[in-house]
């Protein structure tokens, strides 16, 4: 069918056509036409959606992100017919019966998934698949080389390349802004690909953007990595493993993070960028992913052996995740005491002696340091101000100022203290009732706004005494925040009293 283009600035891949002329063609909302440009030859299959009042009769309307690809002008005449269903849709219909996925048949996927031939519904059903019927180490595999091979590659002249990664789930977890200027300043080199915060208060790229610029190309980041030996970027803006991010963008309503797309998507970022090396964080604990050690010890042999398999060293740090690393949480107030321990601030202890252990293991994986002394060796580094010198230097070739100090960075301006309501010592910290009033009050999108500690589980405290802070950059952020906390009751004093009801309307 010839149809006369109407081009729409919606920011999507698809088409929008008249009901009547979607019936003339023969497709109904959710399926494909494809559409061609005369001029240019170029042809392309998108997604329908119909209407019968803002396209007319005879016309196509071509989303922005469609039009990106056949660069059509308005009112030029088209043809338009119906599409055929890609071959990845039977691969995933295929999980979903509980069947195995080839090499071949997860690329053929992926492949869809990059070039955005899978529609968020249909790339949800895959997902969702490999939930219910988990991926086996066969497929994880394979999902981490097609992932990497979609994506753009980094390789270095030299090795060995160290690389780091939290499987997150622990809030204030801002360590690696203390291990990759150690690793750095050893002689090693580190290119720290990071993420944004999808679920928590603060991804490390959302931290090291209060610093210095975040988002660069891989061709920049190896530049980078080989003049100074490490940068902090995110990963989004690389285009490495770009599979990953449309992924955990579908996984992001659910609250899920099935295991294999997790193996997966951890490794292919380390794999793409020539890691060889590389030390993973598995935070274990109550209120995180992994709530027990004999899951954290599965979970790390898995990662084991997908190094095995992807000629990768891989050793992996069960950590003590069922308090808050540090005494913050969200990106300025994270930053700011990262700085402060970069600068000789000798607390937190969690956080510094996390930082320290595991660049130690990094460091002895490399041969830098000898078993058992790696950790020694980081502390030295960080003691004598080399990793402060090599910190400066990453701020720097990423854009920023690299004479910042802790004391330049300023949290949010609203702030409310939450007291002790009685004497006592604190007994239970919730971590994911702190990073949803984290979030509540504006983290990670507004970087001043988060949580400061004042008592820790284990902290004797009198009534009245600071518990926490909330900090907001909104005055209507804030009082949300203050809002939610009396129902989320984040930190327990003593812990005689388990609920009251009706609900404490104090906190």
Same mark, same amino acid.
């Given at each position: 069918?010839?149809?006369?283009?109407?081009?729409?600035?919606?920011?999507?891949?698809?088409?929008? *056509?008249?009901?009547?002329?979607?019936?003339?063609?023969?497709?109904?909302?959710?399926?494909?036409?494809?559409?061609?440009?005369?001029?240019?030859?170029?042809?392309?299959?998108?997604?329908?959606? =119909?209407?019968?009042?803002?396209?007319?009769?005879?016309?196509?309307?071509?989303?922005?992100?469609?039009?990106?690809?056949?660069?059509?002008?308005?009112?030029?005449?088209?043809?338009?017919?119906?599409?055929?269903?890609?071959?990845?849709?039977?691969?995933?219909?295929?999980?979903?019966?509980?069947?195995?996925?080839?090499?071949?048949?997860?690329?053929?996927?992926?492949?869809?998934?990059?070039?955005?031939?899978?529609?968020?519904?249909?790339?949800?059903?895959?997902?969702?698949?490999?939930?219910?019927?988990?991926?086996?180490?066969?497929?994880?595999?394979?999902?981490?080389?097609?992932?990497?091979?979609?994506?753009?590659?980094?390789?270095?002249?030299?090795?060995?390349?160290?690389?780091?990664?939290?499987?997150?789930?622990?809030?204030?977890?801002?360590?690696?802004?203390?291990?990759? /200027?150690?690793?750095?300043?050893?002689?090693?080199?580190?290119?720290?690909?990071?993420?944004?915060?999808?679920?928590?208060?603060?991804?490390?790229?959302?931290?090291?953007?209060?610093?210095?610029?975040?988002?660069?190309?891989?061709?920049?980041?190896?530049?980078?990595?080989?003049?100074?030996?490490?940068?902090?970027?995110?990963?989004?803006?690389?285009?490495?493993?770009?599979?990953?991010?449309?992924?955990?963008?579908?996984?992001?309503?659910?609250?899920?993070?099935?295991?294999?797309?997790?193996?997966?998507?951890?490794?292919?970022?380390?794999?793409?960028?020539?890691?060889?090396?590389?030390?993973?964080?598995? /935070?274990?604990? %109550?209120? =995180?992913?992994? /709530?027990?050690?004999?899951?954290?010890?599965?979970?790390?042999?898995?990662?084991?052996?997908?190094?095995?398999?992807?000629?990768?060293?891989?050793?992996?740090?069960?950590?003590?995740?069922? &308090?808050?690393?540090?005494?913050?949480?969200?990106?300025?107030?994270?930053?700011?005491?990262?700085?402060?321990?970069?600068?000789?601030?000798?607390?937190?202890?969690?956080?510094?002696?996390?930082?320290?252990?595991?660049?130690?293991?990094?460091?002895?994986?490399?041969?830098?340091?000898?078993?058992? =002394?790696?950790?020694?060796?980081?502390?030295?580094?960080?003691?004598?101000?080399?990793? *402060?010198?090599?910190?400066?230097?990453?701020?720097? &070739?990423?854009?920023?100022?690299? %004479?910042?100090?802790?004391?330049?960075?300023? /949290?949010?301006?609203?702030?409310?203290?939450?007291?002790?309501?009685?004497?006592?010592?604190?007994?239970?910290?919730?971590?994911?009732?702190?990073?949803?009033?984290?979030?509540?009050?504006?983290?990670?999108?507004?970087?001043?706004?988060?949580?400061?500690?004042?008592?820790?589980?284990?902290?004797?405290?009198?009534?009245?005494?600071?518990?926490?802070?909330?900090?907001?950059?909104?005055?209507?952020?804030?009082?949300?925040?203050?809002?939610?906390?009396?129902?989320?009751?984040?930190?327990?004093?003593?812990?005689?009293?388990?609920?009251?009801?009706?609900?404490?309307?104090?906190?």
């Amino acid at each position: 069918m010839k149809l006369i283009v109407k081009n729409l600035d919606i920011a999507s891949r698809g088409v929008l *056509l008249n009901r009547a002329d979607a019936r003339s063609i023969g497709v109904l909302d959710g399926d494909r036409v494809q559409v061609m440009n005369p001029k240019n030859g170029v042809s392309v299959a998108a997604f329908v959606e =119909t209407t019968s009042t803002i396209t007319p009769l005879g016309t196509i309307g071509i989303y922005r992100f469609t039009n990106e690809r056949l660069h059509l002008d308005d009112g030029a005449e088209i043809e338009v017919r119906e599409a055929a269903r890609p071959a990845s849709l039977d691969y995933v219909k295929k999980k979903m019966d509980g069947g195995k996925i080839s090499k071949e048949e997860m690329l053929t996927i992926i492949k869809d998934v990059v070039s955005d031939d899978l529609s968020s519904a249909e790339l949800t059903a895959f997902i969702i698949a490999s939930y219910i019927n988990p991926l086996d180490m066969d497929e994880i595999e394979h999902l981490t080389r097609a992932m990497v091979e979609t994506g753009e590659h980094i390789k270095f002249a030299s090795r060995p390349i160290v690389d780091k990664h939290s499987i997150g789930g622990v809030p204030g977890n801002k360590i690696s802004l203390l291990v990759v /200027p150690i690793i750095a300043a050893s002689g090693l080199k580190i290119p720290k690909t990071s993420s944004r915060a999808i679920t928590g208060a603060g991804g490390t790229a959302d931290l090291m953007e209060v610093l210095a610029n975040v988002e660069f190309s891989a061709t920049e980041v190896q530049k980078m990595t080989e003049k100074v030996g490490g940068v902090i970027v995110w990963g989004g803006a690389t285009n490495i493993a770009p599979a990953d991010d449309r992924i955990i963008i579908q996984e992001y309503p659910f609250k899920i993070d099935a295991r294999g797309q997790m193996l997966a998507s951890v490794m292919a970022k380390k794999f793409a960028v020539g890691a060889n090396l590389v030390v993973i964080d598995i /935070p274990v604990g %109550q209120h =995180t992913k992994v /709530p027990g050690m004999q899951e954290g010890r599965k979970l790390a042999r898995e990662f084991i052996e997908l190094g095995e398999r992807l000629n990768m060293k891989v050793e992996c740090a069960l950590t003590y995740g069922d &308090i808050p690393v540090g005494h913050s949480i969200g990106p300025k107030l994270e930053a700011i005491e990262a700085l402060r321990v970069l600068e000789g601030a000798t607390e937190p202890n969690s956080f510094i002696q996390k930082s320290l252990s595991l660049a130690g293991i990094a460091l002895e994986m490399s041969g830098k340091a000898a078993r058992g =002394t790696g950790t020694d060796m980081a502390q030295e580094i960080l003691k004598k101000g080399k990793a *402060l010198e090599k910190f400066r230097q990453i701020i720097e &070739i990423q854009g920023g100022d690299p %004479q910042v100090k802790s004391g330049d960075i300023i /949290p949010g301006e609203h702030q409310f203290i939450v007291n002790a309501p009685s004497s006592g010592y604190v007994v239970e910290m919730n971590n994911q009732s702190l990073i949803t009033l984290a979030r509540v009050a504006g983290a990670p999108h507004d970087p001043g706004a988060g949580i400061l500690l004042h008592a820790k589980k284990g902290s004797l405290v009198k009534a009245g005494e600071p518990l926490f802070t909330i900090y907001a950059e909104r005055s209507w952020r804030l009082q949300k925040a203050i809002e939610d906390g009396r129902r989320l009751m984040p930190i327990l004093v003593e812990g005689m009293l388990l609920d009251r009801v009706p609900s404490i309307t104090e906190i």
